[in-house]
């Protein structure tokens, strides 16, 4: 009986020993895995604070505006500022006294030479005026 309680000393020692080698190898293992996972979280904070933070984009899916008030408005009218290179055609505003409407059919030929107001001294080419209304 005694050499058997020997043999399952020696047995539980050596189930022992067995048992503590592999818990220091997976302690070990577990160690090197925490170190690597706190370097990479160290390399993200310094990245994190290297770089501008960044709010996340607002996204706006609908927009419902009841009223509107208007401060001041300015129109401005810039007319004076344009350039006229040709004028053609007639112009009427309110009552017109002074002259006939053109008649239907007035050809080229019929129409009255005018020449550019202001200039006596120089020659100035002569516009020929003519209307024709659609048919």
Do not use: C
């Not at 895995?33 to 990245?47: D, I, P, Q």
């Amino acid at each position: 009986m005694k050499l058997e309680l020997n043999q399952g000393w020696t047995m539980l020692k050596k189930l022992r020993q067995m048992l503590l080698r592999e818990w220091y190898r997976q302690e070990k293992n577990l160690r090197l895995k925490l170190a690597e996972l706190e370097e990479r979280v160290h390399e993200l904070e310094m990245r994190q604070a290297s770089e501008p933070a960044q709010p996340p984009p607002v996204v706006i899916e609908q927009l419902s505006i009841d009223r509107v008030i208007i401060d001041r408005v300015e129109l401005n009218n810039n007319i004076g500022a344009l350039g006229i290179r040709e004028l053609s055609g007639m112009l009427n505003v309110g009552a017109n006294y002074g002259g006939a409407a053109p008649t239907k059919g007035r050809s080229a030929r019929d129409a009255p030479t005018v020449s550019p107001a202001g200039s006596k001294d120089k020659p100035q080419p002569k516009y020929r005026i003519h209307f024709q209304e659609p048919e």
